[in-house]
């Protein structure tokens, strides 16, 4: 069973920085992506940043520049380096992987930016 768990979330003030994790466990089928996206109260899930099987990156609009997305060399962990953090990008930010057959989220980890 595949399983995605998040760390890193919290508390910021403007223009700080985060650093999220999310570590995958259980056998995966043709691996697509893995990535972030975030929800913000009110507001529909979004886009953050992917990586792809072969380490291209596609990043949302709001945050280009700003987040970087990685992958360790075991490939079962990926990073969401987020500076100059804003209030905007406040919201639970989930963890996601797309294999060929299926869809996984985590359950989300809280970042709070304060203005």
């Known amino acids: 069973q595949v399983q995605l768990v998040e760390s890193g979330g919290g508390l910021v003030q403007t223009g700080g920085s985060l650093r999220l994790s999310c570590a995958q466990s259980?056998?995966?089928?043709?691996?697509?992506?893995m990535g972030w996206y975030r929800q913000a109260p009110g507001k529909q899930r979004e886009l953050v940043a992917t990586i792809s099987s072969d380490g291209s990156t596609n990043y949302g609009d709001s945050v280009e520049g700003r987040f970087t997305i990685s992958r360790d060399s075991a490939k079962v962990t990926v990073y969401l380096q987020m500076n100059n953090l804003k209030p905007d990008d406040t919201g639970v930010y989930y963890c996601?992987?797309?294999?060929?057959?299926?869809?996984?989220w985590g359950r989300g980890t809280q970042v709070t930016v304060s203005s």
């Open positions: 259980g056998s995966i089928f043709s691996f697509r992506a």
């Open positions: 996601n992987l797309k294999s060929s057959i299926a869809n996984y």
